[in-house]
């Protein structure tokens, strides 16, 4: 038996994220898409930094992410670049997500998005907005670390 190496390929990144919310919890889940999405995606034409999570009835919900119309199909086969798609989780983790989310306040943010053996996934994050002072320690804590690595790169 030959085992797949678990590799991917990361399409796009919110970075701003970690910067806005305390990441507790990660998930991954699949997102339903049309083909000129797909097409789109590939070519890296995937906005995450407006974007969110919700659970409607049972179902998680991917919204305002901009994903660019493909260039290369004509005007009448393309998708609406923020239509809201959905997620696809497993049942129990939407019933821990709902839990968290409804009754801790929390929010969820997509992470990344990447190519995981030709299928588009996105990574959810679970967060807690952080107040301006986190925000103010987070940095000072990053600029700490690039001084000690500096110091032991001369050193």
Request: glycine share 8%.
């Amino acid at each position: 038996m030959s085992q797949k190496s678990e590799s991917y390929k990361v399409i796009s990144d919110n970075r701003q994220a970690h910067y806005l919310y305390e990441i507790l919890e990660t998930f991954e889940a699949g997102i339903e898409l049309t083909g000129t999405e797909v097409k789109s995606i590939r070519a890296g034409r995937v906005n995450l930094k407006d974007g969110y999570a919700l659970i409607r009835d049972g179902e998680a919900w991917l919204i305002n992410v901009h994903i660019s119309p493909y260039t290369a199909s004509g005007q009448y086969f393309n998708h609406e670049p923020r239509r809201t798609r959905k997620l696809l989780l497993h049942r129990q983790e939407i019933r821990k997500l709902i839990g968290k989310v409804e009754q801790q306040g929390l929010t969820l943010v997509p992470l990344k998005m990447y190519m995981k053996r030709g299928w588009v996934k996105v990574s959810i994050g679970l967060g807690k907005g952080k107040k301006v002072h986190d925000k103010r320690e987070s940095l000072k804590k990053r600029q700490d670390q690039r001084d000690m690595q500096r110091a032991m790169k001369n050193y």
